[in-house]
């Protein structure tokens, strides 16, 4: 970075659209959010990330794109058997209403055209609850440990793709496009 008069900082990066999550680093030992930037999300450590948004796509609180309902089930097995029967992939949302950051993509990403139109059609979507004790050991025994994952199932339950990022619904259709199984 270099720094410039009145004490702002900048450098130049060459980066893909997409919604990224910064810190500044101070005097090399501390991490301070942007605080001229409103849009932040929790970090795993108790604190804030800044959020910058590159390219097409929205920040939480900018105007949204068209957002439609995800059918959401909440039972592993009521899935594992409608997408058998549909012979759909399951795809599971790791979700927290205490976490920033996965309300984020469940409300603004996940249900944004065109990624929720695509889930509902190709997908069984599950919704796991990382704040309920139950489901939270059913995602740790699938291996998620953290709240904003998404996951795709075959129907007998074999992992197909693990989205781990914060994404925009253009990046997610990308993403579940090949995990979609659909021929």
């Known amino acids: 970075m270099k720094a410039a008069p009145g004490g702002i900082w900048s450098t130049a990066l060459d980066l893909p659209d997409g919604t990224y999550e910064y810190k500044f680093v101070v005097n090399g030992t501390e991490w301070r959010y942007d605080p001229r930037n409103p849009n932040t999300v929790s970090d795993p450590y108790g604190g804030r990330n800044s959020l910058l948004q590159v390219g097409g ?87 998620v440990f953290r709240a904003g994952i998404v996951t795709v199932y075959e129907p007998a339950g074999q992992p197909v793709k693990l989205i781990t990022s914060i994404f925009q619904p253009q990046q997610l259709m990308q993403e579940l496009q090949g995990a979609s199984g659909a021929k």
Do not use: C, H
Not at 63 to 71: L, V
Not at 91 to 97: A, E, P, S, T, Y
Not at 109 to 115: D, G, K, M, Q, Y
């Open 57 to 143: 796509g929205f920040i939480e609180g900018s105007q949204a794109a068209a957002k439609i309902e995800i059918k959401w089930r909440s039972d592993l097995r009521v899935a594992m058997q409608e997408a058998a029967a549909g012979k759909k992939r399951i795809l599971v949302f790791f979700g927290n209403r205490g976490s920033q950051a996965a309300r984020y993509i469940e409300d603004n990403v996940l249900p944004a055209a065109p990624s929720g139109p695509f889930i509902n059609n190709m997908f069984i979507p599950l919704r796991l609850d990382m704040g309920t004790p139950n489901q939270r050991a059913m995602a740790e025994k699938l291996g």
